[in-house]
């Protein structure tokens, strides 16, 4: 059972240049998420997917572009990487339709790096 | 807006003893609410969920939530070195907004 996974776990990149991060998740969740964290912010939404297809912004979502074709992968894009961008990003998965909706359930994380 | 705030800490306590971290919010309506554990360099981890006012344990941790307050803490019992991390709150807010807001976390040190 993996769970959900994030691909790659480290990636340095040049300003610029597009970079996308993988995030497969085996629940069959409806929910996924994509954050960054960042010393002295906290977690920070950055999209939101409630089904194929269907995503929203968060509360920072400028520079970013998702997709959600599959319900197990949600791919985050960064079009023109800056450096602003250099930080961690975490993928999360939730389901809904009982008590226990909300809970959401992170991958490893992303150590992105823009030089 | 919707906030959650918590003391960053860090909250230093001797090994053995009762570590208590705390979180207040600002919606009133919310019914959801998390605490999250993260190891440095690693991600949360959901370790209680609590959705009713009153405690809920959960072997050395006891969720707290007082709605008419606004307030949720987390304590943990006999805590161990191992306990040392940060602490994340999490609220579900009211009003269909179907994500969670984190707090920016407690720092907790358990010395030996």
């Known amino acids: 059972d993996a769970g959900i996974t994030q691909s790659p776990r480290y990636k340095i990149t040049e300003t610029g240049r597009q970079v996308t991060l993988m995030c497969h998740q085996t629940?069959?969740?409806?929910?996924m998420f994509w954050y960054r964290q960042d010393l002295g912010h906290g977690l920070r939404l950055i999209y939101y997917?409630?089904?194929?297809?269907?995503?929203d912004k968060g509360e920072v979502p400028d520079g970013y572009v998702v997709s959600r074709s599959k319900t197990e992968n949600f791919p985050l894009t960064l079009e023109s990487a800056t450096r602003s961008q250099t930080s961690v990003y975490f993928c999360?998965?939730?389901?809904?339709?009982?008590?226990?909706?909300?809970?959401?359930?992170f991958g490893p994380g992303t150590r992105l790096t823009v030089t | 807006q919707k906030e959650v705030e918590q003391n960053s800490g860090p909250l230093s306590v001797p090994e053995g003893a009762i570590a208590s971290l705390n979180c207040t919010y600002s919606?009133?309506?919310?019914?959801?609410f998390f605490w999250y554990r993260q190891y440095s360099g690693k991600s949360p981890e959901l370790i209680m969920s609590?959705?009713?006012?009153g405690d809920k344990e959960d072997g050395r941790f006891t969720a707290q939530l007082n709605k008419a307050s606004q307030y949720v803490s987390l304590l943990i019992r006999d805590s161990q070195p191992s306990d040392s991390a940060t602490y994340l709150c999490?609220?579900?807010?009211?009003?269909?907004?179907?994500?969670?807001?984190f707090g920016a976390g407690t720092r907790l040190a358990v010395h030996p």
């Open positions: 999360a998965s939730s389901e809904v339709g009982r008590q226990g909706a909300w809970e959401q359930y």
């Open positions: 629940w069959s969740h409806s929910y």
């Open positions: 997917s409630a089904a194929a297809d269907i995503t």
């Open positions: 919606d009133r309506g919310s019914q959801s």
């Open positions: 609590i959705y009713s006012n």
């Open positions: 999490a609220v579900k807010f009211s009003g269909g907004y179907n994500k969670l807001i």
